[in-house]
């Protein structure tokens, strides 16, 4: 089993981050920072397959574990991901848990799943598959992301479904769907997340969490989440350029 799954799935308080940037030397600005993981935002950054590749790459230089949010529940973005020598995936959108064991069954080689054997950079192109073969099933982290009405519904069902190592939730987009946004939202939202992580521990599954900022980790750290994504590379370059700008401004003042 790889260091950082048995971190996971021991529920070792990890801090990571969104990498958003489409290009190596953010990833490695950002593993530089002391950031337990990255997550390869695939989803919802302008990313190409091939660029996924290159950044899971400079994460490895620095021996940060790299994991990456992939578009969808399709597996072959999954194995994608994976070939590039991800050590996990995060599957958003899951709203059941057939969807869940989708996810599982596209990250494990049989007869624990149905992901494909392939000569990528996980498997040292083709020269390493058996060595890979032999602990891949072990070394990959599954992540899946509940933030839907729907998923709120089906929480304890996802929860049980064997081999989901992280329960990770998307505060965003969980708020739309239960409208729940704004101040006015507030106390509905977070019963909704306290369901979602005490459903998750009541399965022995590990409860992860979007903060985005860290004012944010500390109350869901106090209730048993333990996996956390800070922001983005994008969010803190946004952040640190005003915040100087502003300092700047001031000592011109």
């Known amino acids: ?42 989803e919802h950054a302008q990313i190409s397959r091939e660029t996924i590749e290159a950044m899971v790459r400079a994460a490895d230089v620095h021996r940060v574990p790299a994991m ?45 799943g149905e992901r494909g054997v392939g000569p990528g950079r996980a498997a040292g192109y083709g020269y390493r598959i058996p060595e890979y073969l032999a602990a891949a099933n072990e070394r990959v982290v599954v992540a899946v992301q509940v933030e839907t009405a729907e998923g709120l519904a089906n929480i304890e069902a996802i929860a049980a479904v064997d081999s989901v190592d992280v329960i990770f939730v998307g ?45 944010n ?18 969010m803190f370059l946004g952040a640190g350029a005003a915040a100087n700008f502003a300092a700047t401004r001031d000592e011109l003042a």
Not at 193 to 203: D, N, R, V
């Open 68 to 112: 990456v949010r992939v578009p969808g529940h399709a597996p072959e973005a999954i194995q994608a991901a994976l070939d590039s020598g991800a050590q996990g995936v995060l599957v958003p959108r899951v709203s059941t848990s057939e969807q869940a064991a989708m996810a599982v069954k596209a990250s494990r080689y049989p007869p624990f």
């Open 171 to 215: 505060p965003g987009d969980l708020s739309v769907s239960i409208d729940a946004v704004g101040p006015a939202g507030t106390d509905k939202l977070n019963a909704a997340i306290k369901s979602i992580i005490g459903a998750t521990l009541a399965h022995g599954r590990t409860a992860g969490i979007f903060c985005a900022s860290p004012q």
């Open 1 to 42: 089993m790889s260091e950082f799954r048995q971190k996971c799935i021991g529920k070792t308080n990890l801090v990571g981050s969104f990498a958003a940037i489409p290009h190596p030397v953010a990833v490695e600005v950002m593993a530089s920072s002391g950031l337990d993981f990255l997550c390869i935002d695939w």
């Open 217 to 234: 980790v500390g109350r869901w750290a106090a209730i048993g989440a333990s996996f956390f994504v800070l922001a983005s590379d994008t």
